[in-house]
Structures are given as structure tokens and as C-alpha cells.
T-cell receptor, first 113, second 113 residues
């Protein structure tokens, strides 16, 4: 059974720091991996989607990498801002259906001004 | 587009009552998903539909839970009878299939007392 783990569970950093969030999964037979952001009381917003054949994806200050063979992904946030404060969730998909997802428990990030 | 629309946003009900959660997916999307989020178990897929047909309901916890999608623009998740352990946030999400981005609604916050 696929399990997704995110470390750390919570992180607090001063504004301007570069930071890395970690995600690991037990079964390397994934089709893709996604990173989501969830603000308190809100739904999830997809940030980055990495296909299993890809190594990384970038969007603005965000960069996500994928090492499928070792079952790991990282989300790198450059020059963090208070507006980045949220919970970040990693999810893997066992099929081409990007909506059928297995989620980690998330990392709650606080960026202090 | 207004995004995925869920109702009600918040509901408090007594144990034993019937609860109906509603979802309107993004127009043109042909896949719809129901997820449940709790502190203990995180986000879990309950059921998903393709072209209004239920494809995988293996995540539905018990017979007390049922879901329907009578047409492309409407889905319901029903709990009858409700129990306190059903208290959670229920998310609806939709995609246009394949490897496309998934969009989540803002959730229905259910409390069963």
C-alpha cells in the first residue's frame, strides 16, 4: 500500500530564507507527483505537477524535484515571503488520472516578517 | 469560471440525521472527485466519477455513505445516518481528465454532534 510522508510537519522561518520541504513515498510505481498549497479554511491549489519521467518542474520561486527510484521529492521555495505561509501537501498518483491522489499529511509553513 | 462550488460550506447536525453535500464541478470537466480531510487521517479519496459514472468507490467508508452524479454539472454525497466520527471537511474536485490540473472546491465543514 502506497504511503506518503512529509517532513517536517511544521516549519517556521524568517522572511527571505530559502527553504526545502520534503516528501517521500513507499512505492516508486507512480504516474506523477503533485505539490499543493492549502490556506486555512480553504481548498487546495495545485502548485506543480511532475510526471514520472521528469526530474523537476519550476514555477516562479518554486522548484520541485522528483527522484522516483528513491521515492523522494522536494519542494524548494526561494526568498520566502509571509504570503507563502500555508500548508503544503505532496500527493502521488498511481495512474494517469491526476485526480486519484494519495496525500501526505502536509508541512505547515510560517514565514515571519 | 467560478471554480468548483460546494454547499453547504458549514453544517452542524445531530447524530442520526441525514446529511447531503452538494458539488458543482467546473464546466467542461468530465472527472469529479470526493475527498475527506481529518486531522487523524489527512486527505482521503472517497469516490470518483468519469463522465457521470462512478469508477472507484473503494474509499467510501461504509454503506452509510453514498454518492451520485445525475448529470455533468451536479453531484451529491449523502451520509445516512450520520455519526460523530463523520465530522470532517469534505472536498469536491474536478479535472478535464488525463494529466490536467485538478481544481478543488473550498470544502464543506461537517460537524456531527
Amino acid at each position: 500500500k502506497q504511503e506518503v510522508t512529509q517532513i517536517p510537519a511544521a516549519l517556521s522561518v524568517p522572511e527571505g530564507e530559502n527553504l526545502v520541504l520534503n516528501c517521500s513515498f513507499t512505492d516508486s510505481a507512480i504516474y506523477n507527483l503533485q505539490w499543493f498549497r492549502q490556506d486555512p479554511g480553504k481548498g487546495l491549489t495545485s502548485l506543480l505537477l511532475i510526471q514520472s519521467s521528469q526530474r523537476e518542474q519550476t514555477s516562479g520561486r518554486l522548484n520541485a524535484s522528483l527522484d522516483k527510484s528513491s521515492g523522494r521529492s522536494t519542494l524548494y521555495i526561494a526568498a520566502s515571503q509571509p504570503g507563502d505561509s500555508a500548508t503544503y501537501l505532496c500527493a502521488v498518483s498511481p495512474s494517469s488520472n491526476t485526480g486519484k491522489l494519495i496525500f501526505g499529511q502536509g508541512t505547515t509553513l510560517q514565514v515571519k516578517p | 469560471d467560478a471554480g468548483v462550488i460546494q454547499s453547504p460550506r458549514h453544517e452542524v447536525t445531530e447524530m442520526g440525521q441525514e446529511v447531503t453535500l452538494r458539488c458543482k464541478p467546473i464546466s467542461g470537466h468530465n472527472s469529479l472527485f470526493w475527498y475527506r480531510q481529518t486531522m487523524m487521517r489527512g486527505l482521503e479519496l472517497l469516490i470518483y466519477f468519469n463522465n457521470n459514472v462512478p469508477i472507484d468507490d473503494s474509499g467510501m467508508p461504509e454503506d452509510r455513505f453514498s454518492a451520485k452524479m445525475p448529470n455533468a454539472s451536479f453531484s451529491t454525497l449523502k451520509i445516512q445516518p450520520s455519526e460523530p466520527r463523520d465530522s470532517a471537511v469534505y472536498f469536491c474536485a474536478s479535472t478535464s481528465g488525463g494529466g490536467n490540473t485538478i481544481y478543488f472546491g473550498e470544502g464543506s465543514w461537517l460537524t456531527v454532534v
